[in-house]
């Protein structure tokens, strides 16, 4: 049998420990590098809502409702507008939609045949939730929305506010994509450029999960929207 010395012995030892040692190290800088670099649910709840605050202004532009025979045709202009009630399971959601498709008649909100259809699925609505109907109830079996554009069910976002140039609950954009403010149902007869609310200084949008908070701000004329934390 052939015979070990100790010098080997010695230095197969001594680099078990050095591996032991590596794996230590390893560890700890897990421990600590690993917390930091785990999503963060108000910043993914931002960033989705800043891709489809730029998709609605660039169905805006894509789809002009001009139409010279409806003095209201500017009514049914792209929007997305936010909600809390109970067919949003009383956390805030938004939808993507265009006012009375091909009609003349402006509710000022939502229903089945007006939101848009999310460009990655077809079957589904870009809705997370909103009044009027079971099919935009995000706890009914018959939703047919989607549970992402629900900011509270997934992200755990509690509330929203818009401020600035911006008030209410909705923001929409015409063919230039410029962004307007307020409701166009509560504005009446022929479009005129004293009426038409384009915002005028830079729109706010806050949301928070009552510890957290991030601000998507949606600028004036250009309407190019961004989020900070």
Wanted: glycine share 10%; charged share 15%.
């Amino acid at each position: 049998m052939k015979k070990i010395s100790k010098n080997y012995l010695l230095r197969a030892a001594f680099t078990m420990l050095e591996l032991v040692f590596v794996i230590v190290v390893i560890g700890v800088l897990a421990a600590a590098i690993i917390p930091n670099t785990r999503t963060n649910p108000v910043q993914e709840a931002a960033i989705q809502l800043v891709s489809h605050i730029r998709y609605t202004q660039h169905l805006a532009m894509m789809d002009d409702k001009y139409n010279a025979a409806d003095l209201n045709w500017y009514k049914g202009r792209w929007q997305i507008i936010f909600y809390d009630g109970n067919n949003s399971n009383y956390v805030p959601a938004y939808t993507v939609f265009s006012d009375a498709f091909g009609t003349s008649t402006y509710s000022g909100n939502p229903n089945v045949g007006e939101i848009a259809i999310d460009p990655q699925n077809p079957n589904v609505l870009m809705s997370g939730g909103y009044s009027g109907s079971v099919s935009l109830d995000v706890i009914h079996s018959s939703f047919q929305g989607t549970k992402k554009m629900n900011l509270g069910m997934t992200y755990g976002i509690t509330s929203y506010q818009l401020s600035g140039g911006c008030s209410g609950a909705r923001v929409s954009f015409d063919y230039m994509g410029r962004p307007i403010n307020g409701d166009h149902n509560t504005m009446t007869g022929p479009y005129l450029a004293g009426t038409q609310r384009l915002i005028t200084s830079n729109c706010l949008i806050t949301i928070t999960d009552g510890t957290e908070s991030a601000i998507i701000t949606i600028r004036p004329e250009t309407g190019y929207a961004s989020v900070a934390y």
